[in-house]
């Protein structure tokens, strides 16, 4: 495969074969020989041969070998004559991360830290196939959770119309409906909600290490030495049973319409075929229950640190963004808008300044966007960059990136040892099993440090803080 140098932070595979479009890496030299070799680069190839496909098929720093469109993985298709494909958003369907502020300084959490993950872990169910039994939902709640998202949880309490206002696109997709959602999936929705999940779902409490940009800090209202807590969850075992039914539909869909693919795992449909419609009202039921999924989480989050610290410590939520979702937008390509459904697969928005989806408070500075990195090290806090707008779709990577399989980390790590090794770094970590883990070892993931200067040197996001973990709660 060739692969040409565009500059520092940017690769290009030129169009070749059935590739309708190049494809473009963004990477540093370091990032890009670690996976020159690597079968996420076909993968990028392959999304490059889609009908309708516009611009370039797009791969960000924290690229990996993912189901169909690699994990971090962006493309668009033209709404009259593209295709949606499952692959290009995922199993765990609006996977994201949210944001909430504090009120309070490293100082006034340190001999707290046991109660409050002790409390959180009490809290929020956390692991494979935990459930939620003071939360079962019927099943005209599981039709309002997928119709309208956040907006379901605060209007049982919990939560602010605040939290909706500071949520993408308001924490509800529109179009999400049960019609093409199977009695399987609804069941799995009923007791989980509100529920953390395993893999690398996280709560964390973290303290803020690092002010890049001042004036965006404080617009986001960061400060160095405040406390956060960020939730990565998505929408559980109802969003994944929704990809794989559909997956199975559009596979009987692809070779009906007769698109022709480099990779089975790519199935597609016309976006406006009546298989296309239904897996992305579907798609967006499932991402409008992990909106809420988070809102709930928020919710429980508030009520521990109100138990701990009393009832007027505020946890404002400063953002809250999805990735793995497929969204109607509009562009401008080549000087005129265009109608495009965006895939982004382990990826997320990053809108600059300016944007009218941004909120208020923050359209002057640009989105918030969170990239976590493994629970031994640190996150970063940026925000969207104009030049996102112009090369990818508004799109910015969603993490450090795996380096190492779950497999190989397993051989490589156990469990015990890491929680010891982190003990030492001050960090406290809760887990429903030792096995995620090992799974999640900071060593299975990139720097995500290299991760972050390649996206703001490219001019995609600009670094805004970094905030180190002092409590870690995995499934």
Same mark, same amino acid.
């Given at each position: 495969? #060739?692969?040409?140098?565009?500059?520092?932070?940017?690769?290009?595979?030129?169009?070749?074969?059935?590739?309708? #479009?190049?494809?473009?890496?963004?990477?540093?030299?370091?990032?890009?020989?670690?996976?020159?070799?690597?079968?996420?680069?076909?993968?990028?190839?392959?999304?490059?041969?889609?009908?309708?496909?516009?611009?370039?098929?797009?791969?960000?720093?924290?690229?990996?070998?993912?189901?169909?469109?690699?994990?971090?993985?962006?493309?668009?298709?033209?709404?009259?004559?593209?295709?949606?494909?499952?692959?290009?958003?995922?199993?765990?369907? $609006?996977?994201?991360?949210?944001?909430?502020?504090?009120?309070?300084?490293?100082?006034?959490?340190?001999?707290?830290?046991?109660?409050?993950?002790?409390?959180?872990?009490?809290?929020?169910?956390?692991?494979?196939?935990?459930?939620?039994?003071?939360?079962?939902?019927?099943?005209?709640?599981?039709?309002?959770?997928?119709?309208?998202?956040?907006?379901?949880?605060?209007?049982?309490?919990?939560?602010?119309?605040?939290?909706?206002?500071?949520?993408?696109?308001?924490?509800?997709?529109?179009?999400?409906?049960?019609?093409?959602?199977?009695?399987?999936?609804?069941?799995?929705?009923? $007791?989980?909600?509100?529920?953390?999940?395993?893999?690398?779902?996280?709560?964390?409490?973290?303290?803020?290490?690092?002010?890049?940009?001042? !004036?965006?800090?404080?617009?986001?209202?960061?400060?160095?030495?405040?406390? #956060?807590?960020?939730?990565?969850? %998505?929408?559980?075992?109802?969003?994944?049973?929704?990809?794989?039914? !559909?997956?199975?539909?559009?596979?009987?869909?692809?070779?009906?319409?007769?698109?022709?693919?480099?990779?089975?795992?790519?199935?597609?449909?016309?976006?406006?075929?009546?298989?296309?419609?239904?897996?992305?009202?579907?798609?967006?039921?499932?991402?409008?229950?992990?909106?809420?999924?988070?809102?709930?989480?928020?919710?429980?989050?508030?009520?521990?640190?109100?138990?701990?610290? %009393?009832?007027?410590?505020?946890?404002?939520?400063?953002?809250?963004?999805? !990735?793995?979702?497929?969204?109607?937008?509009?562009?401008?390509?080549?000087?005129?808008?265009?109608?495009?459904?965006?895939?982004?697969?382990?990826?997320?928005?990053?809108?600059?300044? %300016? !944007?009218?989806?941004?909120?208020?408070?923050?359209?002057? #500075?640009?989105?918030?966007?969170?990239?976590?990195?493994?629970?031994?090290?640190?996150?970063?806090?940026?925000?969207?960059?104009?030049?996102?707008?112009?090369?990818?779709?508004?799109?910015?990577?969603?993490?450090?990136?795996?380096?190492?399989?779950?497999?190989?980390?397993?051989?490589?790590?156990?469990?015990?040892?890491?929680?010891?090794?982190?003990?030492?770094?001050?960090?406290?970590?809760?887990?429903?099993?030792?096995?995620?883990?090992?799974?999640?070892?900071?060593?299975?993931?990139?720097?995500?440090?290299?991760?972050?200067?390649?996206?703001?040197?490219?001019?995609?996001?600009?670094?805004?803080?970094?905030?180190?973990?002092?409590?870690?709660?995995?499934?």
């Amino acid at each position: 495969m #060739v692969i040409e140098r565009i500059d520092d932070f940017r690769w290009r595979l030129p169009r070749h074969g059935g590739m309708r #479009v190049d494809g473009k890496i963004f990477a540093s030299a370091a990032l890009f020989d670690a996976i020159k070799d690597d079968p996420c680069l076909g993968q990028v190839r392959n999304v490059a041969h889609l009908p309708g496909i516009v611009g370039e098929s797009l791969a960000m720093p924290d690229i990996h070998w993912g189901y169909g469109f690699p994990i971090g993985g962006v493309a668009a298709f033209d709404v009259d004559e593209g295709v949606v494909s499952p692959g290009g958003v995922g199993y765990d369907i $609006n996977c994201g991360v949210r944001l909430l502020t504090t009120d309070l300084r490293a100082k006034d959490v340190t001999r707290h830290l046991t109660r409050l993950a002790t409390e959180l872990f009490q809290a929020v169910p956390a692991g494979v196939g935990r459930k939620r039994d003071d939360l079962r939902l019927s099943q005209k709640d599981i039709r309002s959770v997928a119709e309208s998202g956040a907006a379901f949880a605060v209007s049982r309490g919990l939560g602010t119309a605040g939290d909706l206002e500071h949520t993408e696109s308001a924490g509800r997709i529109k179009g999400g409906r049960l019609d093409h959602v199977s009695a399987r999936a609804i069941e799995r929705a009923a $007791n989980q909600l509100g529920t953390l999940g395993a893999g690398n779902h996280f709560i964390e409490i973290q303290r803020v290490h690092r002010i890049h940009e001042e !004036h965006v800090a404080a617009a986001f209202g960061l400060a160095i030495d405040q406390i #956060v807590i960020t939730i990565h969850t %998505g929408s559980r075992g109802f969003g994944y049973q929704i990809c794989t039914d !559909h997956i199975r539909a559009l596979d009987q869909a692809t070779r009906r319409y007769g698109i022709k693919l480099p990779d089975r795992q790519l199935v597609s449909a016309p976006i406006d075929s009546h298989e296309g419609r239904a897996y992305l009202s579907a798609m967006a039921a499932a991402a409008n229950f992990g909106f809420a999924n988070r809102q709930v989480i928020s919710h429980d989050v508030r009520q521990v640190f109100g138990s701990v610290f %009393g009832p007027m410590t505020k946890a404002r939520l400063l953002y809250d963004v999805a !990735h793995n979702i497929a969204k109607l937008e509009t562009h401008d390509i080549q000087g005129r808008p265009r109608r495009l459904c965006v895939h982004r697969k382990g990826a997320t928005r990053a809108f600059g300044p %300016g !944007h009218p989806e941004i909120p208020a408070a923050y359209r002057n #500075v640009g989105q918030p966007v969170f990239i976590p990195g493994d629970m031994g090290r640190r996150s970063f806090v940026l925000a969207g960059r104009a030049g996102a707008l112009e090369e990818s779709f508004g799109s910015c990577c969603h993490g450090a990136g795996r380096v190492m399989s779950r497999k190989r980390a397993l051989r490589a790590r156990r469990g015990e040892d890491l929680l010891r090794e982190l003990a030492k770094k001050g960090i406290k970590v809760m887990s429903a099993g030792r096995r995620t883990l090992a799974e999640e070892a900071p060593e299975a993931y990139k720097d995500v440090r290299e991760v972050v200067d390649t996206v703001h040197n490219a001019g995609l996001a600009v670094r805004v803080a970094e905030l180190k973990p002092l409590v870690v709660l995995k499934g």
